[in-house]
């Protein structure tokens, strides 16, 4: 027997820093004098910029040779051809602080498909020093305010397009000149270098003969530490490392003996300090995507493109002009957002690549604007706008309120989060709110995400939400986030709080909630409707006991997966019954139940209907609901007389 609870029609669910969707401020970097194509290379965490123009839009570095180098720093922009050599394919890489930037003159052979890197060091007075010994052939990537240089050794393959195949990580101190080679991760192959934290740990890759592996590798005080590969792909690089060991690079699929592989299949990855590594996905209706930079909060920057990767992997910005089907994409509070649409100032902008973040959140990249003469491709600089008060989330739990919490959540289960600015107004769901039989992902003006999935809702208020998980895994944690204002233009999304998960959350419902966990569970008599419990539990509402042999039925949240057939959120029409392994007991009397599942009409809204057994003591007996090996909390009781 299935019974509407007539109760929860009339009873609304009882029951980490703030931020926002953010915004940035560009700043054109401007152009060289008859050198108006321009792409910014790297970021200082003082905001200094570096890059180098070309002559004309469009063009490539591998194509068109011919360029200047540039140092944006305090609003100027400074050509750094004033002191170069007669090569001239100037490819500045990084800077720092102190305004000394590092990188390479390029000699390339179109004809053999050779690329030669003869590295340079652009002192603060401008005076350029030529690193000799082990530093010839070296492309410098990265570069610290303690003066320490992290790059590569270019030795392209005959049968690979991989361009570190055979070459060598390495680091450089400023001050001393000395040069270590770091040890290759790939025995035969070669190891390259391609960004460095403050205290000097490297981040790079390993790479086999011909680009046959590919391997994340962190290297401090020349002992190397591999990261794990990102499930589902063979290969992987880290392009940069924050303070903490946090990494950021590619994950990839990719065919070294050819130039273009168009089975090839890529994602930006993160490399987290617990061993793991997150998949961090592609803008919406894109192919690949690859993370260039991390910063010290973790926020990631990088390029989604609707294209495949090549060959030149997370080099592709830096070598290859602005182009449609790529744009740039930060991501932070574990989502990926378009940087298209964070600014507040850049009307005429396409942001196509973001090259590096640093810990002030200042974003460095390139892009092609709208000018009165033309489109141009400039270097541009993004600054966080100031955040305002936002939402933020201080905790989630189940929806039963139990003491102890029940802190994991389940597909199909309501939980309840607790914060502050989570909605601008309280409101409950309403019939009008129920479209085509589906519970509301935006009730007035508030979402509840995880990644980029929005769930269900029942309630909203400044202080708490109720809301109905969607599809889960059944182990791990999965990202929650509020989102204010949501679907305008002015959205407002709080921290993601990472939330255990499980394949059930078993929890039952409560006429009142006290502060022991011993609580009344809501229950009714199957026949009736009428509510059991102790007389006098609720002023105003009638309560009566349960005997030996009475029917209840008994309401819940979070039992877990049922022989329903229909989307989370929708209002079942039907009974659905549990398909895991459960059991039950009152008072520590095992039950067989004769239904578990979902009540029809609502949207995730369990029961379980039983009979009272025979030989209980009068008093408060306890409820406990096993599913899957995991019991509902202790303390819930059903009032039993004799």
Known sequence: ?????????????????FSQTPQFT???????????ACTATGLSQSGNVTGYCLSSLGSSLLVNPTTHGFLYSNGVLTDL?????????????AVNDSGVVTGAYISINTVSA??????????QNGSVTMPQGQMQGVLPFALNNAGQLAGSVIRVGQRSRNLFINGDAVLYTLAGGATSILPAASAGGGAAAFGINSTGTVAGAGVGQNGSAVIPVLWNNGKSQSLPLLAGYQQS???????SGTAAGAAFDINFTQFTDPLNQGHAALFNTDGSVTDLGVLSGDRSSVATGVNNSGSVVGFSSSKALDFTVQLYPILNSAQSGYR??????????DLNRLQTNGTGWTLTYATAINNNGQIAGTGIFQSPTGPEQHGFLLSP??????PSITGIVGAGLSVPAVTSISGNGLFSIFGSLLASTTTGVTQADI???????????????????????FFVSAGQINALAGDVPSSGTVPVSVVTNCGTANEVTSPAMNVPVAAASPEFLYFVANANGQNPVAAIQALTGAFVGAPGLIAGATFTPAHTGDILTAFGVAFGATTSTDPIGTLDTAANTLTSSHSLTLGGVTIDPSYVGLTPTFAGLYQVNFKVPSGLAAGNQPLVLTVNGTPSPSGPYITVAN
Do not use: H, R
């Open 328 to 337: 740039a994409f930060l991501y932070t509070s574990g989502k990926m957002y």
């Open 1 to 17: 027997m299935v019974v509407k609870p007539l109760f929860f029609a009339l009873v609304v669910l009882s029951a980490c820093a």
């Open 435 to 457: 479209v085509n039989n589906q519970l509301p992902t935006n009730l007035g003006g508030t979402c509840v995400e995880s990644g980029t999935t929005k769930w269900g809702l």
């Open 114 to 123: 050779t690329l030669t890197a003869t590295p340079f060091i652009v002192q």
């Open 26 to 36: 560009i700043q054109d970097l401007g152009a060289l004098p008859n050198l108006p």
């Open 385 to 390: 706008v100031t955040a305002v008060p936002g």
């Open 81 to 93: 051809n004033v002191n170069a050599l007669s090569t001239p394919t100037l490819l500045p890489m």
């Open 237 to 243: 690089l880290a392009t940069s490392v924050n303070d």
